[in-house]
């Protein structure tokens, strides 16, 4: 929260950019969007907690995988059919589709917002299922303090 009001602040005073102009309307999108990131983050500490300092190019990795699909800098229209049935499965996607619409039209496409929110949860509770999983198992093995 502090971070983004400082790059809301230094993004007003440099870049004349006001956020605020768009409407409230992209406060549920970002926290989506937020929330996909701390899903991300569960399931990055899952792999590394499970598989050591060995997975941390993965983890870091992750969001690279996923951001072709995710349709931050073009919409959905222009990817093959075949990546646009991944994109439509990945909650970021609608984060962004809805942005994009809301900054385009200025009305909310609530469709995008509903899909996100259902995403994210089913998304939310595969990841905590994940890392009880691989919680259980590293402490099964005794792996918890294993630091290589």
């Not at 971070?3 to 768009?22: D, E, K, P, Q």
């Not at 969001?63 to 349709?71: D, E, G, K, L, R």
């Not at 962004?96 to 909310?108: D, H, K, N, Y």
């Amino acid at each position: 929260a502090v971070v983004g009001v400082v790059m809301t602040i230094v993004a007003w005073i440099f870049y004349s950019f006001n956020i605020f102009t768009l409407g409230f309307y992209l406060i549920p999108f970002v926290i989506n969007l937020l929330f996909f990131g701390w899903i991300l983050g569960i399931i990055a500490i899952s792999i590394i907690l499970r598989y050591g300092s060995a997975a941390n190019s993965f983890a870091w990795g992750l969001i690279f995988i996923i951001q072709p699909f995710t349709a931050v800098f073009y919409p959905v229209a222009v990817l093959p059919k075949a990546m646009q049935y991944i994109s439509l499965a990945l909650p970021s996607t609608h984060v962004f589709e809805g942005m994009r619409a809301v900054v385009s039209t200025g009305i909310l496409p609530m469709q995008n917002l509903l899909f996100a929110i259902l995403l994210n949860l089913i998304y939310f509770i595969l990841a905590m299922t994940f890392f009880s999983k691989m919680f259980a198992r590293i402490k099964e093995k005794g792996l918890l303090l294993k630091l290589d």
